[in-house]
């Protein structure tokens, strides 16, 4: 099974960053199916959630078909590029990914309000 990652191309933050990140993955060889949930509004059901809820964070499904949201599908994004491996490493020990999610769903919050302000769905 290939990792899944669906993502919102309408927030220009999540999209450059998903842009950054698919480019080193690729860079390295690493295979991955990027689904866009933006054009793609009934993948967001793939997962398991609406399709509101997936535009407010990263959903990672892995190769195991495990999920992961939000920060955690960050450190799973990472940990799949050899050079990122050290730093999801650190943002998976428990303090720091209590702290990472705290911070992820803050800004995602915010970012998703201003996406909204902004009419970019």
Request: contains cysteine; positive net charge.
């Amino acid at each position: 099974m290939v990792t899944k990652v669906y993502y919102n191309s309408a927030c220009p933050v999540c999209d450059a960053g998903i842009r950054r990140q698919r480019a080193k993955l690729d860079a390295c060889g690493v295979s991955m199916e990027w689904i866009d949930v933006h054009t793609h509004n009934q993948a967001a059901a793939e997962v398991g959630a609406d399709l509101e809820f997936v535009r407010k964070r990263l959903h990672v499904v892995g190769n195991e078909g495990e999920l992961h949201v939000g920060a955690d599908a960050i450190a799973e994004l990472m940990a799949a590029a050899p050079r990122q491996r050290g730093a999801a490493r650190l943002i998976s020990l428990p303090v720091v990914r209590r702290i990472a999610r705290a911070v992820y769903n803050a800004f995602a919050a915010e970012l998703y309000r201003w996406n909204r302000c902004k009419g970019h769905w």
